[in-house]
C-alpha cells in the first residue's frame, strides 16, 4: 500500500504518564502526544524526528523506517522502552551491528574494516549466542554485515534466532544477493535490506568498489529483495566526491522501488583512515539538509541530521561485533572494549559507559579525537 493513502492512527506508547500515537496526514506521518511525560523536551524532540516524516511503507502496521521496528510489534514496545529508560540515563544498544565474515569479493576504497587476510569469521553457534545475548541487554535492531553477509551460507539460520523481540537486516554489496538467498532471508524473518551504493554511475560505483560489475550486482540486489518482499534501503556513505549527485541517487532510489535513502557521511577510517578533504562541511551539510527537506518520495534517511539532533551513538545505543570477536563502540570506531570470547558482552558494554565521546554532536573519528587501536 502507498503511504500516501490514509490509515487509521498507529499506537506508539501507552502508558498512565505519556501516550503517544501516529497517523498519516497527505502521506506524511504527524505524532499525537498526551499526558505529563509530553512536555519532556527530549520526548518532544522524539516526536518531532517523526513529524513530517515519510514513511518507507504503511498497511496494517506503519514502517516509519528501514531502521527501526514496525509499529505496532513486539520489538517497537521494546524500542520504546529503550528511550524511556534512556531519559533516566539507561544506555541500551538498539543497534547491534555483527560483522559475520570478512569473505568479500570487493576492495571498497572506503571500507571501514577491510580484510584483514585471517579469514576471520563467526561461526554459527557463536554468532547465535551474541545475537542471544544482545537481545537480553535489549537490542531491537540486529543487523548482519561483513565482508559480504550473503556469502555466510548459515546467514538464514542466525536471521531465524533474531526471533521476534527485534527487526533484523543486512547490509549487501549486491554479490551472491540471488533469489533464492531473498526468499530464504525473507521466510527466516528478515525485515530488510540495506544495499550499498557509492555512484549512480556505474563506473564511479564499479571504481570504488574495485570491482567491474559491481554496480550490476547491487541492483540486482534490490530487484531481488524486492521480489521476496523485503524492504529495501539504497545505503550512501556520502563524501565530497559524490555530493553532486544527491538527486541523481534520490531517483535511483525512486525508480529502484526502494523504500528508503540513507545517507551516512563518510568516516576517515579503516582504508580511508588519515584521508583529508573527504568529509562534508557546513555548506554541504546545509545542502544536504535543504535537498532532504525539499524532496518528495521515497523516505531520505540523513545519519548527519540524526547526529547533530541526538549526538553520536558509538557506546550509547550501538555497538559493534567483528569477526574475530572484538566488541567496538560502532564499527567506523575501532577501538576495541573487550572480546565475547573472553567475557559476557554486557560487561564489555557496561565498561563501554566510559567512552569520553558518548552523545557528542560530532563523530569523534572525524574530528581526529579517536586513537586508533584496534585492541583497545
Excluded at 563506473?203 to 568498489?209: I, P, V, Y
Amino acid at each position: 500500500m502507498s503511504p500516501s493513502q490514509s490509515y487509521s492512527s498507529y499506537p506508539l506508547y501507552s502508558h498512565p504518564l505519556l501516550k503517544a500515537s501516529a497517523f498519516l496526514r497527505n502521506g506524511k506521518v504527524k505524532v499525537d502526544l498526551k499526558g505529563p511525560l509530553a512536555r519532556i523536551p527530549r520526548v518532544r524532540s522524539a516526536a518531532r524526528l517523526m513529524e513530517s516524516q515519510i514513511p518507507c511503507l504503511a498497511g496494517e502496521k506503519l514502517c516509519l523506517s528501514t531502521w527501526v521496528p514496525p509499529a505496532p510489534s513486539p520489538a517497537f514496545d521494546r524500542f520504546v522502552l529503550s528511550q524511556v529508560k534512556g531519559l533516566a540515563g539507561i544506555r541500551t544498544p538498539d543497534q547491534v551491528t555483527i560483522s559475520i565474515t570478512e569473505e568479500c569479493p570487493n576492495r571498497c576504497i572506503h571500507c571501514a574494516l577491510p580484510d584483514s587476510g585471517h579469514k576471520y569469521r563467526l561461526e554459527p553457534d557463536v554468532a547465535k549466542d551474541v545475537i542471544r545475548q544482545v537481545l537480553g541487554l535489549g537490542a531491537t535492531l540486529v543487523t548482519f554485515d561483513g565482508g559480504e553477509p550473503s556469502l555466510y551460507r548459515e546467514l538464514p539460520e542466525l536471521v531465524s534466532s533474531v526471533g521476534e523481540r527485534a527487526i533484523s537486516n543486512m547490509f549487501t554489496s549486491g554479490t551472491g544477493f540471488t533469489p533464492d538467498l531473498a526468499r530464504s532471508l525473507k521466510e527466516a524473518g528478515l525485515y530488510s535490506v540495506n544495499v550499498s551504493i557509492d555512484s549512480p554511475v556505474p563506473e564511479e560505483h564499479d571504481a570504488m568498489r574495485g570491482r567491474f560489475g559491481a554496480f550490476r550486482d547491487a541492483m540486482k540486489a534490490v530487484e531481488n529483495a524486492l521480489a521476496a518482499g523485503l524492504l529495501v534501503d539504497i545505503y550512501v556513505v556520502i563524501r565530497k566526491g559524490n555530493m553532486k549527485h544527491l538527486s541523481a541517487f534520490h531517483n535511483l532510489a525512486r525508480r529502484s522501488g526502494a523504500h528508503e535513502l540513507t545517507f551516512f557521511e563518510v568516516v576517515p577510517t579503516g582504508r580511508y583512515a588519515g584521508k583529508t578533504g573527504i568529509t562534508l562541511s557546513d555548506v554541504d551539510y546545509a545542502e544536504l539538509g535543504h535537498f532532504i527537506s525539499t524532496a518528495s518520495g521515497p523516505r531520505i534517511f540523513s545519519v548527519p541530521a540524526a547526529l547533530s539532533s541526538f549526538g553520536c551513538f558509538a557506546g550509547r545505543t550501538w555497538l559493534h561485533i567483528t569477526p574475530d570477536g572484538q566488541v567496538y563502540p560502532c564499527a567506523c570506531l575501532p577501538k576495541s572494549f573487550g572480546s565475547i570470547f573472553e567475557e559476557p558482552i554486557f560487561r564489555i558494554w557496561r565498561r563501554m559507559g566510559r567512552l569520553p565521546y558518548l552523545g557528542r554532536k560530532k563523530c569523534p573519528v572525524r574530528e581526529g579525537q579517536v586513537s586508533f587501536n584496534s585492541r583497545g
